[in-house]
T-cell receptor, first 114, second 116 residues
Framework: AQTVTQSQPEMSVQEAETVTLSCTYDTSESDYYLFWYKQPPSRQMILVIRQEAYKQQNATENRFSVNFQKAAKSFSLKISDSQLGDAAMYFCALLQGGSEKLVFGKGMKLTVNP | GAVVSQHPSRVICKSGTSVKIECRSLDFQATTMFWYRQFPKKSLMLMATSNEGSKATYEQGVEKDKFLINHASLTLSTLTVTSAHPEDSSFYIC????????????FGQGTRLTVV
């Protein structure tokens, strides 16, 4: 069975600082994809970043980057230069290759303090 | 990214009535659509997966006679909550994926259902 674990229910960060959100996962497949989604107060789910398991290079999207540790099954998200608009729920998700279903972690609430 | 439109964003209905929620892919053909339910401060719980022209596949514990899903075209899926009860009050979210080989899913804005 595939699982996604986000052990920190809440975090806070000062504006302009850097914060790292942790995520671990478990899958028996070698072909899979990992995602971080953001859900702001509007409740709209927004894709932040994705990582293909076969790629060794960590994905980066502007201020967002991941630390993908395949052997440790860890997939953390780093947000640099945090902005007030980054405040949201963040969900880590796993998609096994050949599967249709995204498996989500429980989510983590990020607060950005001015 | 691609746009998925979900309507209505909020709906209030009386117990015992049915309510329909629409999910449309506006600029792509959605081979597969998903319906989720999200309780307050909780993660998304997958209810069912629907492929265009086929019957939906429901997750264990989800009553298919209560939550009717129709995916009649490549741009539209509907979720009908039948004989709604207050415990059906929740936030419902749809997502859509284009094609069989793509991995990215796009999400609708969600629907807040309140049953009174």
């Amino acid at each position: 069975a595939q699982t996604v674990t986000q052990s920190q229910p809440e975090m806070s960060v000062q504006e302009a600082e850097t914060v790292t959100l942790s995520c671990t996962y478990d899958t028996s497949e070698s072909d899979y994809y990992l995602f971080w989604y953001k859900q702001p107060p509007s409740r709209q789910m927004i894709l932040v970043i994705r990582q293909e398991a076969y790629k060794q290079q960590n994905a980066t999207e502007n201020r967002f980057s991941v630390n993908f540790q395949k052997a440790a099954k860890s997939f953390s998200l780093k947000i640099s230069d945090s902005q007030l608009g980054d405040a949201a729920m963040y969900f880590c998700a796993l998609l096994q290759g050949g599967s249709e279903k995204l498996v989500f972690g429980k989510g983590m609430k990020l607060t950005v303090n001015p | 990214g691609a746009v998925v439109s979900q309507h209505p964003s909020r709906v209030i209905c009386k117990s015992g009535t049915s309510v329909k929620i629409e999910c449309r892919s506006l600029d792509f053909q959605a081979t597969t659509m998903f319906w989720y339910r999200q309780f307050p401060k909780k993660s998304l719980m997958l209810m069912a997966t629907s492929n265009e022209g086929s019957k939906a596949t429901y997750e264990q514990g989800v009553e298919k006679d209560k939550f009717l899903i129709n995916h009649a075209s490549l741009t539209l899926s509907t979720l009908t909550v039948t004989s709604a009860h207050p415990e059906d009050s929740s936030f419902y979210i749809c997502s859509a994926r284009e094609g069989w080989q793509t991995t990215e899913a796009f999400f609708g804005q969600g629907t807040r259902l309140t049953v009174v």
